[in-house]
């Protein structure tokens, strides 16, 4: 893909917001989009302030991871696009997840007594650490680069850190070891998130995200929610159920589904899901990370839906 | 209600056909239309005929039974209305089904040794009869009406008839007994049904009749085509599988369902079962005989389907 | 197949009755059964008094037509087998519907001025009539077998009538037309009755009928019926709304499903359904007549059900 | 409530591990529960060593976080349980969260330029933080009580932990500010966890735990497992996905159900589970920490699940 054209004169750059520290996973992925290679790009110490940034206008767009393969949905993610000022998901992307043990220059693995990194990195490294690193004590830090930046100082009581690859380049520090992730097809979904507007445009190839606020807690509530999607025709590839925080029991559910909103069946599933729901938060349309394009059961294709349609039509009018 | 005005001078008044002969049930039904009053009344020897003298346009509508409270539907209107010409009820109407014991003056109770009826009759009279006239052979004749016009006949070998109280006075034969039906709220359904055209206005106390054919055989067919309805809340009043004739187990579906086509969770529905069936005929909206409005559960209204249409808009435009 | 044994000695012979006069297609159903061979065959004028010998001990069994693929169910046959004493199917088979034209020797085809017929004969000849005999008066008949032993009298008024090849040979008539049924490939389904007791044993390729009559008429409850079966895997091979009789719209449902009471998942419908129903009225389970064996969805087979249930006893043992 | 006897002599006290460090909400749900006046209390750095502790036997049982009101559910407490050596949840409480600011004694709140805390405190305070400690900086600890232990070290950076009440007893801290959680109505659900065995008795306030694995992504899989509990009038009260680690878009579903594994409806939705599903893991059935009934649907009690099982005996009997 060729470098997108500079900006015209005057126009300042783009500022993306991303989880940070730098050297992140995070940065990594918002790195692997076109658009970043001339904007300037603004690491955020969590996900809540990343997310602030576009709120705010400071920032036109922020990086911030959704899912993981192995540990789950980022809850926080999830939360804060659910609720306070509306959000639109413009984009997804995946980046491979890879651990590194990464240590001052000199210190060498028989001298790791304290490793750091972030409990969901501690977790995916679990079975490697064990094997490898016994006797190793593993502590917590906020995020895989802080216990890489806070090992570089060489007051640290830390002696080496699990975190991504860039960290090491980031933070100057050595490779004791790469790829020590145990289940090697770990990878981290992020998104692209922008102020609310005109969604992306329908590739064929799309995904729709939002939140469904149950309108009250009776049993069948999550079935007759699922049934506007399935009975439509729409398939889900993530549901979530979140609290709400007004009491145990009181949930919202966060799905993505396959197709966009400017599908005829996605449409008439999202204003079914407005009808039956307390609210619903439409979250964005957008191209999949994998290209796949989205299941069309027999009679669910715009082409059927605009016949039925055109027919209903004839009917009211007695043509 | 007052009679309906004279037509302008030079229009030829309305033709309604009806099954027939005169002093059946179906009579009775027509003549309670005030467009009957000052129209040309056409008996038809079959429900068949009647039909296809509006299709041909010799007659402007037609009468005919479609369900009895105890007899269930009349196989013959739901086949007609399903396939041929299409054809749309305007409007639906019942009848208490009061049977009385006919026979030519002099004829005495005990000189009745063959009473003749319609098998529906005998069937609906059976306990009757069981008590007041044991020794007596029930034979069939195509109408109740027939039956009683064969009895006036002098020669006839019959002795008495089963029919409708009007036939006594078309066929100058004396009532022996009358309200002798074993269940005395047996009422029979009949529909007015004319070419096809603008539906019936919404009056807000509507029914809507369709036959939906099955694309094909799967198991859940049938299920699916009932979620099409209730997904959107409108109920079904009436539901008959009828063969299609092509083979054992091959079936289509004849519905009534509670709303209008004009309405929204009924055109929502509509066109859900023009995409999942194989064919979806349209019958007619109109209003229903008991002036029973139809059951709006939450979410199902035309103003939360506005509005949520209204909702999907603005999402799709990005404002 | 050879014939069945006589019985032992000082055993009376089975006694069979069926929807008749002699000549009917009934007829030919019931001799279709080995048990035939040496059993006594009563015709009786009609279902009811066919299911009564068989409810008052008069007879071991009844053959009587409930299904046609043309003219669709005999709702008499349905009616009752779902009200009155209960009654068991153990046997169900077809018989190809051919008709005859059938006259008295000498008759010529251009002399048939009157046919006599039963309505359900008429409608599926109707288009042979109307190529070959446009001219022709069709009157109706109770019965095809009545149509042609009326017309055997040398006295009648009627000239010929459309019957089952067998009445041919039973009123000593002559055939002017064979094969004369519009659709060549329609059958009616017959089924054998005997008084309630131990199911057919379970073939494999069975078939279950029952009644079940709705708790109320709320929406969603003719749904709720089929969601018994359908979740646990038990397909439908016919469903039919039966008027209870009780008001317009109160319905009962008559439903065949695959496979056998002493399948697990039919089992586990069965119970479903009473738990659900006002009433379920289990009319039998029997060899399919086209020997197809039920479609047996991923989780629903015997073996399947026994190690859940196997599994449930564990924890709730705590083993 | 008196205490519960002591044991008999020579039998030696359980033992009871729980998330520590001492001083955390956790220990105080453990405390809540009679059986631990008298039991041997481990404090486990995680929730996986505390579950360990059960496994290996080292620990009769061990009480973790699994669901907090405003956070969501405890993912590692979830994952836990749903894989790895089978355990059972034999009992819940809930602890209201209250949070106090804690600090050594000394300490004036104008002096606290540094916070520590675990992030869902972080998160349940960000309201109170913002307004009273705008310019504190806040850094995550691996849990509120190693907040407070890290604090009580005078030579610690940090000069404030925000924690449970609790702990200022354990660690010898002053309490600046007491209440400072932004929902005074946050509670936390516990766990009470030991080895698989007899589920707890009947209470009739019961609840059902397990979690469902899909046979495989097809979209309606979510739908069916959730029709296998509707159908059978058992509501959920908690569902949550959870990736299996395989691939992204690879779920199971915890899943909290009202009911006992003894009551009838619970058992057959458990099989029908087990039977739709790659494997269903029993969680435990135990009592409701609220008390509260489950709603029985009419058709769903114990007793009419018994009669229909009687009435399917004789059927199948030919009684």
Redesign the interface.
Known sequence: MPPPPPPPPGVPPARYAYLGPEGTFTEQALRSLPAAARAELVPCATVTLALDAVRSGEADGAVVPI??????SV??TL?ELATGEPLMITREM?VPIAFSLLARPGVRPEDVKVVATH?HAA?QTRRWVALNLPYTEV????STAAAAAAVADPESTWDAAIAAPLAAEHYRLAVLAAGIGD?P?A?T?FVLVSR????APRSGRDKTSLVAFM?DDH??A??EI???L??RGV?????????T?????N?CFSIDCEGH??DARV??A???L???CADVR?LGSYERHDGVAP?VR???SDV??N???A??AR????D
């Open positions: 899912e993981n393969s192995v540990e789950g809850p926080v939360d995946t409990p977790a502590v917590h830090a906020p289940n097809d990878v979904r609310p507007g005109l969604p309108r049993p069948g999550l079935l699922l049934e506007q399935t009975m398939n889900m590839t993530r549901i979530e159920s979140r609290p925080g007004a009491a145990l029991g949930y909103v400017d449409g008439e999202l204003m079914g407005r009808r039956v439409f299941t027999p009679g669910t059927e839906f016949d039925a349609a027919w209903l009917l009211r009018a007695g």
